[in-house]
């Protein structure tokens, strides 16, 4: 059973642009969400994060957007660049238990 | 840099035989997490250990096993190995009480 699904597997931005990623998950209990960055050859790196009592978070060029009703989350870049090409993980926990459940990741290419 | 080493990078086994791929958190860190990622799959939790003890298990086969040492580094060994277990098995650590992983990266395992 898949609780964190990223439908898109893979999307394609113009350079410039705005990039908009999207996740839904499932179990009612996760509470923090986290957003990874994967380049190939490299493990995951920590993008940005929020928690269940926020609805928006942002840092630089990066902004989480979280959705509870709908159980969906969003992440967004702006302006796109090439170096944002990568794959993206969205990731949940639940309070007390700290392993994150990921989903399959969408890749992005940004197109200069 | 993660701070997360993982070795070896790469191996390469026969399908039956024995391995075991190792893992130093970063310092400070008393969680390690693996994970494993397939083809088009996500990251599959696979066991948690937190200062020598399992804390979590997540899909782990029963020919796989892990362990955490007083130095806290970490070892998981897979046997009996199948051609379905060729994938990227990435080790993570975290502070106490955080749910932010870092991950090392990787070793990508190939059984022919």
């Given at each position: 059973?898949q609780q964190?699904k990223?439908?898109?597997p893979?999307l394609?931005?113009?350079?410039?642009?705005?990039s908009?990623?999207?996740?839904?998950?499932?179990?009612s209990?996760?509470?923090?969400?986290?957003?990874?960055?994967?380049?190939?050859?490299e493990?995951?790196?920590?993008?940005i994060s929020?928690?269940?009592?926020?609805?928006?978070?942002?840092?630089?060029?990066?902004?989480?957007f979280?959705?509870?009703?709908?159980k969906h989350l969003?992440?967004?870049?702006v302006?796109?660049?090439?170096?944002d090409?990568?794959?993206y993980?969205?990731a949940?926990?639940?309070?007390?238990?700290?392993?994150?459940?990921?989903?399959?990741?969408t890749?992005?290419t940004?197109?200069? | 840099d993660?701070g997360?080493t993982?070795?070896?990078?790469h191996?390469?086994?026969?399908?039956?035989q024995?391995?075991?791929?190792?893992?130093?958190?970063?310092?400070g860190?008393l969680?390690v997490?693996?994970y494993?990622q397939?083809?088009?799959?996500?990251?599959?939790f696979?066991?948690?250990?937190?200062?020598g003890?399992?804390?979590?298990?997540?899909?782990?086969?029963e020919?796989?096993?892990?362990?955490?040492?007083?130095?806290?580094?970490?070892e998981?060994?897979?046997?009996?190995?199948?051609?379905?277990?060729?994938?990227?098995?990435?080790?993570?650590?975290?502070a106490?009480?955080?749910e932010?992983?870092?991950?090392?990266?990787?070793t990508q395992?190939?059984?022919l």
């Amino acid at each position: 059973d898949q609780q964190v699904k990223q439908n898109s597997p893979s999307l394609s931005v113009q350079e410039g642009r705005i990039s908009i990623l999207n996740c839904d998950y499932t179990n009612s209990m996760f509470d923090y969400f986290l957003w990874y960055k994967k380049y190939p050859a490299e493990g995951p790196t920590f993008l940005i994060s929020i928690s269940s009592i926020k609805d928006k978070n942002e840092d630089g060029r990066f902004t989480v957007f979280l959705n509870k009703s709908a159980k969906h989350l969003s992440l967004h870049i702006v302006p796109s660049q090439p170096g944002d090409s990568a794959v993206y993980f969205c990731a949940a926990s639940s309070t007390g238990g700290e392993k994150l459940t990921f989903g399959t990741g969408t890749r992005l290419t940004i197109i200069p | 840099d993660s701070g997360v080493t993982q070795t070896p990078k790469h191996l390469i086994t026969a399908t039956g035989q024995r391995v075991t791929l190792r893992c130093s958190p970063r310092s400070g860190d008393l969680s390690v997490y693996w994970y494993q990622q397939s083809l088009d799959q996500g990251l599959q939790f696979l066991i948690q250990y937190y200062n020598g003890e399992e804390r979590a298990k997540g899909n782990i086969l029963e020919r796989f096993s892990a362990q955490q040492f007083p130095d806290l580094h970490s070892e998981l060994n897979l046997s009996s190995l199948e051609l379905g277990d060729s994938a990227l098995y990435f080790c993570a650590s975290s502070a106490p009480g955080s749910e932010k992983l870092f991950f090392g990266s990787g070793t990508q395992l190939s059984v022919l």
